[in-house]
C-alpha cells in the first residue's frame, strides 16, 4: 500500500495521528481531523479503539522507563482513542508542526494543542516525530488490510506534478 502506481513520481510519505482519550471525550475529534483534511493531506486509515497497555508500551517504548509513564498510561488508557494514518509529502513534518510542541503551555495558538490544552498530560493528540516511527508506529495500530490505497479527486489541485 506504500506505493502508488498508478502516481510513480509523486514522492509520499505517511504519518500515524491519535486523538488521544481527552479529545474524543471533550468532542474535538471532528475538528482536529479538519485541520489535517484542510491542509490537503489524504486519510488512509482510521479508526476507534481501546489501547492495551501492551500496545501503548510499545508505542511509548522511548518513554516506557521514565517516572510519568504510570500517569502516560492511565491517561492514554482512560478511554477510547482515534488512530489515523494521513499520507502526503512531508506529511510527518508537516504534522508535527501543526501539532505543536508536547507541552500545550508552550504551543503557539494556531497549533492543535496550542488551540485545544495548556497540560503536558493532556495534550489531545499524537503525531509521529519521524518516518521511521511512523512506519513502527503504523504497523503497531493498524493491519495492512485496514488501510486503504484510493486516489482522490483534487490531488492535481494540491500537488504540482514535476
Ligand atoms: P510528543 O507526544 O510531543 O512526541 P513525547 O516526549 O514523545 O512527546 O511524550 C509522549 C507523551 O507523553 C506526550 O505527548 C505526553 O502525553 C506525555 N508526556 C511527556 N512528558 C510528560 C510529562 O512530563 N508528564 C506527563 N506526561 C508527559
Same mark, same amino acid.
Given at each position: 500500500w506504500l506505493t502508488l502506481p498508478s502516481l510513480p513520481v509523486r514522492a509520499t510519505?505517511?504519518?500515524?495521528?491519535?486523538?488521544?482519550?481527552?479529545?474524543?471525550?471533550?468532542?474535538?475529534?471532528?475538528?482536529?481531523?479538519?485541520?489535517?483534511?484542510?491542509?490537503?493531506?489524504k486519510?488512509v486509515?482510521?479508526?476507534?479503539?481501546?489501547?492495551?497497555?501492551?500496545?501503548?508500551?510499545?508505542?511509548?517504548?522511548?518513554?516506557?522507563?521514565?517516572?510519568?509513564?504510570?500517569?502516560?498510561? /492511565?491517561?492514554?488508557?482512560?478511554?477510547?482513542?482515534?488512530?489515523?494514518?494521513?499520507e &502526503?509529502? +512531508? !506529511? $510527518?513534518?508537516? @504534522?508535527?508542526?501543526?501539532?505543536?510542541?508536547?507541552?500545550?503551555?508552550? /504551543?503557539?495558538?494556531?497549533?492543535?494543542?496550542?488551540?485545544?490544552?495548556?497540560?503536558? &498530560?493532556? +495534550? !489531545? $493528540?499524537?503525531? @509521529?516525530?519521524?518516518?521511521?516511527?511512523?512506519?513502527?508506529?503504523?504497523?503497531?495500530?493498524?493491519?495492512?488490510?485496514?488501510?486503504l490505497n484510493w486516489e482522490s479527486c483534487?490531488q492535481d489541485?494540491?500537488i504540482?506534478a514535476?
Amino acid at each position: 500500500w506504500l506505493t502508488l502506481p498508478s502516481l510513480p513520481v509523486r514522492a509520499t510519505e505517511h504519518t500515524l495521528i491519535a486523538v488521544k482519550p481527552d479529545g474524543v471525550q471533550r468532542r474535538l475529534v471532528g475538528q482536529i481531523i479538519h485541520r489535517f483534511e484542510q491542509r490537503g493531506f489524504k486519510l488512509v486509515g482510521l479508526k476507534m479503539m481501546q489501547a492495551s497497555e501492551d500496545l501503548l508500551s510499545e508505542h511509548y517504548r522511548e518513554i516506557v522507563k521514565k517516572p510519568f509513564y504510570p500517569l502516560v498510561r /492511565a491517561y492514554m488508557t482512560a478511554g477510547p482513542v482515534i488512530v489515523m494514518v494521513w499520507e &502526503g509529502s +512531508n !506529511v $510527518v513534518q508537516s @504534522s508535527r508542526k501543526m501539532v505543536g510542541p508536547t507541552n500545550g503551555a508552550e /504551543a503557539q495558538a494556531g497549533t492543535i494543542r496550542g488551540d485545544f490544552s495548556f497540560h503536558v &498530560g493532556r +495534550n !489531545v $493528540v499524537h503525531a @509521529s516525530d519521524s518516518t521511521e516511527g511512523a512506519q513502527r508506529e503504523i504497523g503497531l495500530w493498524f493491519q495492512e488490510n485496514e488501510l486503504l490505497n484510493w486516489e482522490s479527486c483534487d490531488q492535481d489541485w494540491t500537488i504540482e506534478a514535476n
